[in-house]
T-cell receptor, first 115, second 116 residues
């Protein structure tokens, strides 16, 4: 069973609309929760990083929330653009004793924005 | 381009052959990570370096896999006696370790390996 589960698996929305992606995780303990955007054939790009004490973090049109009690996070995208079409991946980070972070990735939500 | 660079972008090999991938991190980044991503899945941690020291290795990294970062700059990942199950995208990421603040990883575009 994946330790980071995301829903929906895929989503199609019209340009200009908003959407919310969900993430549930069981990884424990963790240092922070991250959201990444990954275009096809490219490496993931960081959108937000939240520690377990943060409830929300924004980056432009992206707003992430975190509820550490229920182990849930969401990513809200406002005023979607065609260029937002990509996979959005929820990531839980665990810090190694000697420093460094092990990232546990979800399988992603594939978002397609259409005209 | 000052991002993380990986070479080659694509590699096709026959089962049993050895392959080597290279990663050039962002200049002055002291941490370097290797991840593997199979189709439809998220990346999985393989190993990471702080400078030239390999500090952590995943159980996914069988004895056929070896990674090096000899001078604390670029890194290589070698797979010996490749198997079809090794077919995946191999991603490299780098970061600058510092006190305070969250570590941000920057990923390269990956090397897509196909084992026939």
């Amino acid at each position: 069973k994946n330790q980071v589960e995301q829903s929906p698996q895929s989503l199609i929305i019209l340009e200009g609309k908003n959407c919310t992606l969900q993430c549930n995780y069981t990884v424990s303990p963790f240092s922070n929760l991250r959201w990444y955007k990954q275009d096809t054939g490219r490496g993931p790009v960081s959108l937000t990083i939240m520690t377990f004490s943060e409830n929300t973090k924004s980056n432009g049109r992206y707003t992430a929330t975190l509820d550490a009690d229920t182990k849930q996070s969401s990513l809200h995208i406002t005023a979607s653009q065609l260029s937002d079409s990509a996979s959005y991946i929820c990531v839980v980070s665990f810090s190694f004793t000697g420093g460094g972070n092990k990232l546990t990735f979800g399988t992603g939500t594939q978002l397609k924005v259409e005209l | 381009d000052t991002g993380v660079s990986q070479d080659p972008r694509h590699k096709i090999t026959k089962r049993g052959q050895n392959v080597t991938f290279r990663c050039d991190p962002i200049s002055e980044h002291n941490r370097l990570y290797w991840y593997r991503q199979t189709l439809g899945q998220g990346p999985e941690f393989l190993t990471y370096f702080q400078n030239e020291a390999q500090l952590e290795k995943s159980r996914l990294l069988s004895d056929r896999f070896s990674a090096e970062r000899p001078k604390g700059s670029f890194s290589t990942l070698e797979i010996q006696r490749t198997e079809q199950g090794d077919s995946a995208m191999y991603l490299c990421a780098s970061s600058l370790a510092r006190t305070g603040g969250e570590e941000k990883l920057f990923f390269g575009s990956g090397t897509q390996l196909s084992v026939l």
